[in-house]
Nanobody, 123 residues
Framework: VQLQASGGGLVQAGGSLRLSCAAS????????MGWFRQAPGKEREFVAA????????YYADSVKGRFAISRDNAKNTVYLQMNNLKPEDTAVYYC?????????????????WGQGTQVTVSS
């Protein structure tokens, strides 16, 4: 599966952005989807994940209550709605797909990655 992330940009603290990740291929609905982020000089970290049918969602503690992950399998797209953004949310955000959801919080579990989209939150 090929992934294309979009929707990043520059926003003031307290603002909102919605990231999208469009997937190619007819097997999108069989993958867990995740969002990760990587700030300069830091390791890539888990942000959120969603089950293949969208019924289960998971979040990092740092974004819980502010971010929401969703998916539309008819459109082969996963979204990340980000509200009440903070300067520490500044990073390149990546979407990823995995058929192995046993450890979906770890980047190594994901076999497919999008190219990343920059999110910058100014104070």
């Amino acid at each position: 599966v090929q992934l294309q992330a979009s929707g990043g940009g520059l926003v003031q603290a307290g603002g909102s952005l919605r990231l999208s990740c469009a997937a190619s291929g007819r097997t999108f609905s069989s993958y867990y989807m995740g969002w990760f982020r990587q700030a300069p000089g830091k390791e890539r970290e888990f942000v959120a994940a969603i089950s293949w049918n969208g019924r289960s969602t998971y979040y990092a503690d740092s974004v819980k209550g502010r971010f929401a992950i969703s998916r539309d399998n008819a459109k082969n797209t996963v979204y990340l709605q980000m509200n009440n953004l903070k300067p520490e949310d500044t990073a390149v955000y990546y979407c990823a797909a995995t058929a192995d959801y046993s450890d979906f919080r770890r980047p190594v579990s994901y076999g497919y990655w999008g190219q990343g989209t920059q999110v910058t939150v100014s104070s």
